[in-house]
């Protein structure tokens, strides 16, 4: 695991560049660094990395070469199945020098070629130089569990792990993207290939960059799934349960490779459960388990991870914190995504990656669950929008709508049965956009005329994100989340406060060949009737107690909309001060005076719109403070 940066410039690169880079991100790799330099005529190319050393602790340095060194390598990330792709290169008279997974995708490609990365099981950023071919290959994962950003400048192609790498090497700041901006107020982050500057762009996910060395040019293209063992199978019901608890098991025995102690997030949830128990069933030791509770008992669920703890017999490390220790490291936590972020769940995700990061270097997780099995509600809110639009012809829907606007009043940060009654009838649609409505947790498109001033001719919709026709199906909701909340929230926000602590997370359940099983499944084996991930449940229920994986979990929830009103007030109160908001010229300061004063008042709860506004000003006034003053 690693932080990777690079730099391909027409010029002779600043030998301090790179180090700067490289310092950057220091959090993501504290064990080791490296660099690499190559200047001729047409180019000048430096690439960099630091590292936290998981697998063959000696010998895996990076940047690492062929035989000829004109190939090089630097690689963020994890190959889950590299000894098996190392067995079948060596077989075919391949030699390796080290143990280490960043030497097989080296010799993946010498032997195969860029398209072979198919063949890739794991989480990864990483970019090749081939000198023979004048060409720099930059790729990222199936699902874009490791991050890359890239910009192209006059003179300069830049790369890097984190946005921060990027801005520390830039002249000036960039400009704000209005699209990044959009996006980020509808769902309150902002999704690939979006950042929120102006010619800053994400990676997207399965795909990879080729860039010519002299010209600079470059293409992206898309890494094929070809890799697809259920291709034309069909499952009943039992075979697909049997399937389904043999690969979880097989992905976890996959994901505890490693030459460091390994340990797991247990929560409590089905997700983090099923994988703490497959961690134990593997390991004739007893295991390392973490998990957080809080002292405000509408949030604890720690009752849930003790149970499973002593299924499990695992050591278990329970930590209770305060609403002190939660808001105490806001200023790190969110100014460390380098963009506005505003999934509040960061919080708690950085202080149990924190307390587990002192002891361990790798957890598992049960992330990727929700998305791979169908564990959400929105999943069957998508057939209620249908149902519901072909009974209410759109106008009764309409006037239906003022009246529960008055009806069904929030009023604090509870996000109980109100909250989400409401969410779903504002987000019922005629015009096949329910998706798009259900994911914008922040301001919905209509509304952003009134929380912006500039010209609405440079709003962009969330709608437009979606590349292919949705048809309200779970497998189309379940694709859509992967290529955006998953992607642009969950991964971001777990890549980020892990490594911020110097910890990798590995989630069993992303695992391209689990999500090609569950592409192939009966949507009712993923949700039968109000059962949420029915298969998933049912392939482990044996090993807990009755109706154990059944019990409802609240998740990471943090009352940020109460501290609005209180700890935070005065300073959510600065970030709307007339004068500063006007100068900023983005937001209408009418509107915001009116909502914060509704929301502190008690009048009308607006959680997720002021929390977004809070942590894009919080990031606003860190990043142009000089522009500010």
């Known amino acids: 695991m690693c932080g990777i940066n690079g730099?391909?410039?027409?010029?002779?690169?600043?030998?301090?560049l790179i180090k700067l880079m490289n310092d950057s991100i220091y959090h993501r790799g504290p064990d080791d660094e490296g660099n690499y330099r190559h200047t001729n005529k047409d180019f000048s190319i430096s690439m960099g990395m630091r590292r936290l050393s998981i697998i063959d602790l000696k010998k895996g340095k990076q940047p690492m070469y062929s035989d000829d060194e004109s190939i090089i390598i630097v690689f963020n990330g994890e190959i889950y199945n590299f000894l098996e792709i190392k067995s079948q290169l060596t077989e075919n008279g391949v030699k390796f020098k080290?143990?280490?997974?960043?030497e097989v995708i080296l010799k993946l490609y010498e032997n195969y070629g860029i398209d072979s990365i198919d063949k890739l099981d794991g989480m990864y950023s990483f970019a090749i130089t081939d000198l023979n071919k004048s060409k720099l290959y930059i790729a990222r994962d199936f699902f874009g569990e490791k991050p890359l950003y890239y910009t192209n400048l006059e003179n300069k192609f830049i790369w890097a792990s984190e946005l921060k790498s990027i801005i520390k090497v830039l002249n000036k700041k960039p400009n704000i993207s209005f699209k990044g901006l959009s996006l980020f107020f509808q769902l309150t982050y902002i999704p690939s290939p979006y950042t929120i500057y102006e010619n800053i762009h994400k990676l997207q996910p399965s795909s990879y960059l080729e860039v010519d060395l002299k010209s600079k040019k470059f293409i992206i293209k898309a890494v094929e799934n070809n890799e697809n063992d259920y291709d034309g199978l069909s499952f009943n019901f039992n075979q697909a349960k049997k399937v389904t608890h043999d690969l979880i098991f097989d992905s976890v025995k996959s994901r505890s490779i490693s030459d460091v102690d390994i340990g797991t997030f247990l929560s409590g949830g089905v997700d983090s459960s099923i994988i703490s128990f497959c961690?134990?069933?593997l390991h004739s030791d007893k295991i390392n388990s973490f998990s957080i509770g809080f002292e405000n008992q509408n949030f604890d669920e720690t009752d849930k991870s003790d149970i499973v703890s002593r299924i499990i017999n695992s050591n278990h490390n329970k930590f209770i914190v305060s609403e002190k220790d939660l808001s105490v490291n806001i200023?790190?936590?969110i100014l460390n995504f380098d963009e506005p972020f505003a999934d509040s769940s960061s919080i708690p995700t950085y202080i149990v990656s924190n307390l587990t990061g002192k002891s361990l270097k790798v957890a598992l997780t049960g992330d990727g669950g929700d998305e791979v099995f169908g564990g959400y509600n929105k999943y069957y809110m998508g057939a209620l929008n249908k149902k519901y639009t072909s009974l209410f012809p759109k106008i009764i829907h309409n006037n239906l709508q003022r009246i529960y606007s008055k009806l069904i009043s929030v009023k604090n940060d509870s996000r109980g049965f109100s909250y989400k009654l409401k969410r779903f009838l504002d987000s019922i649609d005629y015009e096949n956009n329910f998706y798009s409505n259900i994911i914008s947790l922040g301001f919905n498109f209509d509304?952003?005329?009134d929380l912006f001033v500039f010209n609405s001719s440079n709003f962009f919709s969330v709608k437009n994100l979606q590349k292919f026709s949705v048809d309200d199906t779970l497998h189309d909701f379940r694709k859509l989340d992967r290529m955006i909340s998953l992607e642009g929230d969950m991964l971001v926000k777990v890549d980020r406060t892990s490594m911020l602590n110097s910890l990798e997370c590995r989630a069993p359940f992303l695992n391209k060949k689990i999500w090609n099983?569950?592409?192939r499944l009966n949507e009712n084996f993923l949700i039968n009737k109000w059962n949420k991930k029915y298969i998933l449940k049912e392939a482990f229920k044996n090993y807990f107690p009755d109706g154990f994986l059944d019990k409802q979990k609240q998740g990471f929830g943090v009352p940020v909309g109460n501290w609005?009103?209180?700890?935070f007030k005065s300073e959510l109160l600065s970030y709307c001060d007339k004068k500063f908001i006007i100068k900023q010229g983005l937001f209408n300061h009418e509107y915001l005076f009116k909502i914060i004063d509704d929301h502190i008042s008690g009048k009308q709860d607006y959680t997720f719109?002021?929390?977004a506004f809070f942590c894009f000003q919080k990031w606003y006034k860190f990043t142009y403070e000089k522009e500010i003053s």
């Open 279 to 281: 961690l134990s069933k």
């Open 7 to 16: 730099i391909l410039s027409k010029t002779q690169i600043n030998t301090n």
């Open 517 to 519: 099983f569950t592409e």
């Open 447 to 449: 509304s952003l005329k």
């Open 564 to 567: 609005l009103r209180s700890i």
């Open 609 to 611: 719109k002021l929390w």
């Open 331 to 333: 200023d790190k936590i």
């Open 98 to 102: 080290t143990n280490s997974d960043t």
